[in-house]
């Protein structure tokens, strides 16, 4: 489903944007929602802080979507945020989707991370490797809620950091997926079959807007990763990761590309049309790589005295919560850190004056004198 950049104005949620999105955030949003949105408190987190759920719909078929499992990781909120206002508005045979579907949606699964921006919970237990242990009570919540909603569909909503891109290429990897493994050997179960046609039809979607910015993730089988694991269940689940696009460090841009993709699966879960597609469309989709850096300085040895064969110089932001609001500060990579990086999302060559003004003016000409 491609809507229009008018029709995604009207369903985007604009009153939530950025990286920093906790509870207080959207609260408002969600208690404007219509009374078909049920609402529900379904548990506490470690510090005490509300996890909730949203269920709408009538259908047969149950979709259960969780996001924020890592605390720092947003865009994808934004996207399931702007699929509740798409569907309230009765845009895209929404009315069509309540009556073959059910939904349920956890939008912050770890809201202490989420409240320090963090990928962690309190407890500095990452909850996307706690699947089988469940030693922590949010891993425990969403357990419960997969039991006792028992969905024929998982969407498991996550962001990637800057450094991926597509195959070979010099493109970002905008919006990455994946169909989790169930075993060692990466077999194709019925279950995973269904999570590559799922994956498949949204490639085809993005294809049309962001051609070639579109990866698949690593899918080494980890039975504590909560997507292995229901996958090892047989329920059919799809990790979604929102990426990077040119200078779309805020994630606007991919938020609307998650949400885009979101309608996609769940128009094919609801027209039944997976024989559209075909495990080949899922394994052309190229795996991600971790070529990139945010910015690439050319000729640093002009600065700094060191030998040409060094002379390239890699940085990466750091994502730091002042204030309630997230700023990116530049940190020079280690040689260990860059030694695959190809590219950089900027590039910069320090025999050029203006390109050393602005690393001078963006704190950057500092980490290499």
């Known amino acids: 489903m491609i809507l229009s950049d008018k029709e995604y104005s009207k369903v985007k949620v604009t009153t939530i944007t950025g990286r920093y999105i906790t509870n207080e955030h959207i609260q408002e949003f969600l208690n404007g929602l219509p009374g078909y949105f049920k609402i529900q408190d379904i548990g506490l987190s470690i510090q005490k802080n509300t996890i909730q759920s949203i269920t709408f719909g009538t259908g047969p078929k149950r979709i259960l979507m969780w996001s ?33 579907c059910t939904f349920k949606m956890i939008p912050i699964l770890n809201p202490d991370g989420a409240k320090a921006y963090t990928r962690v919970n309190a407890n500095g237990v990452d909850l996307n490797r706690d699947a089988q242990e469940l030693s922590q009570p949010e891993s425990q919540l969403l357990r419960k809620e997969y039991e006792q909603f028992a969905p024929h569909y998982c969407f498991n909503l996550h962001d990637q950091r800057t450094i991926f891109n597509v195959g070979d290429t010099k493109l970002p990897a905008a919006v990455s997926f994946l169909a989790p493994a169930f075993d060692v050997g990466r077999n ?39 997507g292995d694991a229901f996958q090892m269940s047989n329920t059919p689940t799809v990790l979604f990761e929102a990426g990077h696009f040119y200078n779309d460090y805020k994630r606007e841009e991919t938020r609307k590309y998650i949400f885009l993709a979101l309608l996609t699966a769940v128009h094919v879960i609801a027209e039944d049309t997976f024989n559209s597609y075909t495990i080949a469309d899922y394994n052309n989709i190229p795996d991600n790589n971790k070529f990139f850096c945010d910015i690439l300085i050319k000729n640093a040895g002009t600065i700094d005295g060191t030998p040409s064969k060094t002379n390239t110089r890699y940085v990466l932001y750091k994502e730091v919560l002042e204030n309630g609001n997230i700023s990116f500060e530049p940190k020079l990579m280690t040689a260990e850190d860059s030694k695959d990086v190809r590219f950089g999302h900027v590039t910069k060559d320090c025999k050029m004056t203006e390109d050393l003004q602005w690393l001078a003016d963006n704190g950057i000409l500092r980490l290499i004198k």
């Open 68 to 100: 924020q499992m890592h605390g720092n990781e947003a865009t994808t909120t934004k996207a399931v945020l702007d699929f509740l206002n798409c569907i309230q508005l009765q845009i895209d045979g929404a009315s069509r989707l309540l009556e073959v």
């Open 188 to 226: 194709i179960s019925s279950s995973r079959e269904i999570s590559m046609l799922l994956i498949a039809a949204m490639n085809k979607t993005l294809q049309n807007i962001i051609p070639g910015q579109v990866g698949r993730y690593d899918d080494g089988f980890n039975p504590n990763c909560v």
